[in-house]
Nanobody
Framework: QLQLVESGGGLVEAGDSLRLSCAAS????????MGWFRQAPGKEREFVTA????????IYLDSVKGRFTVSRDNAKNTMYLQMNTLKAEDTAVYYC?????????????????????WGQGTQVTVSS
């Protein structure tokens, strides 16, 4: 069973940067498509970004394009989310997730239902 643990969240000011990490254990990390989702209070869980097994393919939520960058280091079993120029509307609990299925070519986003394993989440709060 793959296990995921997020870290790196915190309280920052608008315009600041944060880097989230998602450490995986228990299974072959490189076999999984990985994703980041977020959930703000009172809202549904929202897709943020996904990265393919090799890291070659990535997709992003439109509102984070140009500000967020997803990456992975399969040798370290870790995925990262570099978040720059943070805005108050980025405030949410951020979850990493794993999908043991092929990359969805041609798709612009993923649903939470596309991912089978989830971390516990890390809080990101951006003050304006």
């Amino acid at each position: 069973q793959l296990q995921l643990v997020e870290s790196g969240g915190g309280l920052v000011e608008a315009g600041d940067s944060l880097r989230l990490s998602c450490a995986a254990s228990g299974r072959t990390f490189s076999a999984y498509v990985m994703g980041w989702f977020r959930q703000a209070p009172g809202k549904e869980r929202e897709f943020v970004t996904a990265i393919s097994w090799s890291g070659v393919n990535t997709i992003y939520l439109d509102s984070v394009k140009g500000r967020f960058t997803v990456s992975r280091d399969n040798a370290k079993n870790t995925m990262y989310l570099q978040m720059n120029t943070l805005k108050a509307e980025d405030t949410a609990v951020y979850y990493c997730a794993a999908r043991n299925a092929p990359w969805k070519s041609g798709s612009s986003d993923y649903s939470p239902r596309d991912f089978y394993t989830w971390g516990q989440g890390t809080q990101v709060t951006v003050s304006s």
